[in-house]
């Protein structure tokens, strides 16, 4: 069975400063990962996603995530935080044949002044 | 391309009264799934429809329905619709083979019942 946990509901960091969402998740199977952002009163996007390769995955915007197996952690991180940035993050394991995709509750980026 | 779109955006409707709601893929994608998002489940998977076949289903009441046609637009039906329906309601598109893992969301329909 696959799941996602992402440890923290809201995030609040000052502009310029790093971000770090938090990302958990269980599978029995080799999994593949996923981030998306949602922005207010808008679809999900892409922002980055792990399929078995570089355990460093680059995506849009500046952001980045490390696959670490052995804390089954799947983390995104973004050096220096931006006021566009502001939105709600998703973390999404997939089973093997990317058939079923399971998303995490959500975590709230706020962006300060 | 065009993107993902979903009609209508938002909805009022009465406690028992049934909806559809629509959504328009990616040209060429075959695979359309459907999500339910609330503030307090977050969002939960519905089904996937794959060339005109449910291919996938959440675990939601038999309430919820849908179906794709051949031109892979996919149409979702809640009936004897309760207040818990409440929510954005999201398609997402994606080309369908076992390797095509990304997901092209839509704007979503806002349905509220009252």
């Known amino acids: 069975a696959q799941s996602v946990t992402q440890l923290d509901s809201h995030v609040s960091v000052s502009e310029g400063t790093p971000v770090l969402l938090r990302c958990n998740y269980s599978?029995?199977?080799?999994?593949?990962l996923f981030w998306y952002v949602q922005h207010p009163n808008k679809g999900l996007q892409l922002l980055l996603k792990y399929t078995s390769a570089a355990t460093l995955v680059k995506g849009i915007n500046g952001f980045e995530a490390e696959f670490k197996k052995s804390e089954t952690s799947f983390h995104l991180t973004k050096p220096s935080a931006h006021m566009s940035d502001a939105a709600e993050y998703f973390c999404?394991?997939?089973?093997?044949?990317?058939?079923?995709?399971?998303f995490g509750s959500g975590t709230k980026l706020n962006v300060k002044p | 391309k065009a993107g993902v779109t979903q009609t209508p955006r938002y909805l009022i409707k009465t406690r028992g009264q049934q909806v559809t709601l629509s959504c328009s893929p990616i040209?060429?994608?075959?695979?359309v799934s459907w999500y339910q998002q609330t503030p307090g489940q977050g969002l939960q998977f519905l089904f996937e429809?794959?060339?005109?076949?449910?291919?996938n289903k959440g675990n939601f009441p038999g309430r919820f329905s849908g179906r794709q046609f051949s031109n892979s637009r996919s149409e979702m039906n809640v009936s004897t619709l309760e207040l818990g329906d409440s929510a954005l309601y999201l398609c997402a598109s994606r080309e369908g083979r076992a390797d095509s893992y990304e997901q092209y969301f839509g704007p979503g329909t806002r349905l509220t019942v009252t």
């Open positions: 999404v394991v997939s089973s093997g044949n990317f058939n079923k995709f399971y």
């Open positions: 429809y794959f060339s005109e076949t449910q291919r």
């Open positions: 599978s029995s199977y080799s999994p593949s």
């Open positions: 040209s060429g994608h075959r695979s």
